[in-house]
């Protein structure tokens, strides 16, 4: 049996793509015909809200597993295509578990009952850097980190890799820094062009060669509760995501998993 593939999707900050990503692969795959798991750990809920309506309110969510109410709230929402709802209550989580031994390993833990059941995992982390995005890398087999093209994205950038270094060191030696992806990406503005050059240039081939393209139908799509590939397939954001799923299957798999 292949060994799962437990993705983080990180950033150190909001706007960059991170859900998008997520819920778009979540998409693919599940279309593909690999059982997927989408888990939300950002307050925000925006995965959620894809997925779920506000009318239709999950029975536990992911803040209660962390607190030990409950296991693991697996809702299927597609065929292949399951999530783990987030809820607002996720934002005090750092202090609620504060205390607890082995915080950094909860999600882990709660992961663990059910990753034989899928072929990815997509963690989609919030853009704080706290002991939820602790759990995140630590429950992981691969990061990967959306970039939008603003002046200063290698900066950050270079914060949550030593972050994720260090946790690879200390707390998951499976921890893999697999790829920079570039989102909301200008074809005709300079900017965009010089700050990818200097993100190629400092990080080489950690970059992934496919962009996603700046697209309307990345925004209009979750006001509908859509994701982009079910919104609109033909888009630029679709097309380009597909050519990212293709580039990152390669890359995992070259790197073997």
Known sequence: MNKTKIVTIASHKGGVGKTTSAVTLGSLLSSKGKRTLLVDLDAQRNLTSTF?????????????????????????????????????????????????????????????????????????????????????????????????????????????????????????????????????????RTLDKMVEGNLRERFGNVVFNTKIRENATIVQAPVTCLDIISYDPRCNGAIDYKEFLDELSDRLEMHGK
Request: aromatic share 6%; net charge negative; proline share 7%.
């Open 52 to 188: 779920i309506g506000p009318q239709d309110k999950p029975g536990h969510t992911l803040y209660e597993a962390f607190c030990g109410q409950c296991p693991l709230p697996v809702i299927n929402v597609r065929p292949n295509l399951d999530i783990v709802p987030s809820s607002l209550d996720m934002g005090a989580l750092d202090t609620v578990i504060a205390a607890r031994i082995q915080r950094e390993s909860i999600l882990k833990s709660l992961l663990v009952p059910v990753t034989e059941q899928y072929d990815w995992i997509l963690l989609d982390c919030p853009s704080q850097m706290g002991m939820v995005t602790v759990n995140a890398f630590t429950a992981a087999n691969s990061l990967i980190v959306p970039v939008s093209c603003d002046a200063y994205a290698a900066e950050g950038l270079l914060q949550l890799w030593d972050m994720a270094d260090i946790i690879r060191k200390g707390l998951n030696p499976q921890l893999a820094l697999d790829g920079i992806l570039i989102t909301r990406f200008h074809t005709r």
